[in-house]
């Protein structure tokens, strides 16, 4: 890494071994070179493709997260992915221009839900989080998390962001399923895990947030496959695009379910299928709504009192637009497959790389601006075997 982050990095991994985070331990670093001992079990991406669900419990997912210590919320701010779906969708489009008009829909659909979520909770960062938990970043053993890697993005941020951004990951790795890049057997295993872990997690953080979030997430991996020149990329980055989509939709499932809920079976609820709008741009969204959001260890959200017209109004902005084919089935788990032409919208102006604090230089992950970090969520999956 950077010679001068070392000594920070050392010292962040002592102060979550001493709260009880399972980091591993240094074994000793020197002028930007940090060895750490090796973590016991495997990864949670490798779990989760040999045994689904079975691979650890929601709950202990949420609870290693909840165990981050309180005295790290003093740390740099990390923004949420979702600050920059302009600047990925921007990538995005400038390879496949065709992907534009749904670009800009899934970008202007995130944007105004989650505005309209200002209205109803407070969207502060009252969490210590991760910063970048995806399968990737933890290990499991035995049906138990073990073991959490990459802790330099630890600081201030939602619950809702980690979440989502484990969530986003293993969408697409089931979204592998529908182009062969993993068998049928091991696309139902991820998805089982999907539906059962995000049923937990909506419990925790607001469902709408949730899925909105995971749609951001999910953006920022489709500059993947251009960058790392995969073969046939183009497919595979509507595929993810369509991923997107699908969370989208899911989001606008989500809210129209809370405005049920809130307003009494006797009320009038805007229906998630609106009549097409040739003016109006296409969104994408989640499912099942939940009470008031609770953040865990730090303050919770304060949810603002709505009238019905109020909660109406702010659900426009998911639920007045059509979703796209292929939203969640009912089981739960994300659609096989999926294809969507939402109408024309206005192309996105030039797309501003995101500011972030300066990252630490990781091997083998292209940036896509000079110090972004995002670049670590992106990993090659060409074929997955079982052992």
């Given amino acids: 890494m950077q010679p001068h982050r070392s000594?920070?990095?050392v010292e962040r991994h002592q102060r979550l071994l001493a709260a009880g985070v399972p980091?591993?331990?240094v074994v000793a670093h020197h002028n930007g070179l940090v060895v750490l001992e090796e973590l016991p079990g495997r990864p949670l991406a490798r779990a989760v493709i040999d045994e689904g669900v079975d691979a650890c419990r929601a709950e202990d997912l949420v609870a290693l997260l909840d165990r981050l210590p309180a005295s790290m919320y003093t740390l740099p701010l990390r923004p949420p992915w979702t600050d920059s779906v302009d600047f990925y969708a921007g990538i995005v489009s400038s390879s496949v221009p065709s992907l534009g008009p749904r670009l800009d829909a899934l970008v202007r659909t995130i944007r105004e839900g989650l505005g309209a979520l200002e209205q109803r909770i407070d969207m502060g960062p009252h969490d210590v989080v991760h910063g970048d938990f995806y399968e990737a970043q933890v290990f499991v053993q035995d049906g138990k998390v073990v073991g959490l890697l990459d802790i330099d993005t630890v600081g201030p941020g939602r619950r809702s962001d980690d979440l989502a951004c484990l969530l986003a990951h293993l969408s697409v790795l089931a979204d592998y399923g529908n182009a062969g890049r993993i068998d049928r057997t091991m696309q139902e295993r991820v998805e089982g895990a999907i539906h059962s872990w995000r049923t937990v997690f909506a419990?925790?953080?607001?469902?709408?947030?949730?899925?909105?979030?995971s749609a951001g997430v999910v953006l920022s991996l489709a500059t993947g496959p251009h960058r790392q020149q995969e073969a046939s990329w183009e497919a595979a980055t509507e595929a993810i695009v369509r991923v997107a989509e699908e969370w989208v939709s899911q989001a606008r499932a989500?809210?129209?379910?809370?405005i049920a809920a809130a307003s009494g079976p006797a009320a009038q609820i805007p229906s998630p299928v609106q009549p097409a709008d040739p003016d109006s741009p296409s969104g994408v969204a989640p499912q099942p709504p939940a009470p008031a959001e609770q953040d865990g260890t730090q303050p919770q959200a304060q949810v603002q009192p709505e009238s019905q017209s109020q909660s109406q109004s702010q659900s426009q902005s998911l639920a007045g637009s059509p979703p796209q084919p292929g939203g969640a089935s009912p089981s739960g788990a994300l659609p096989q497959s999926a294809s969507s032409t939402p109408p024309p919208a206005?192309?996105?102006?030039?797309?501003?790389?995101p500011e972030a604090p300066e990252a630490l230089e990781t091997p083998g992950a292209p940036a896509a601006t000079p110090g972004d970090e995002s670049p670590t969520q992106e990993r090659r999956i060409d074929t997955i075997q079982p052992y």
């Fill in 7 to 9: 000594e920070e990095i």
């Fill in 23 to 25: 980091v591993p331990a």
């Fill in 203 to 213: 419990d925790r953080v607001d469902p709408t947030e949730l899925a909105l979030r």
């Fill in 254 to 258: 989500a809210e129209s379910e809370r």
């Fill in 346 to 353: 206005a192309r996105l102006p030039h797309p501003v790389a």
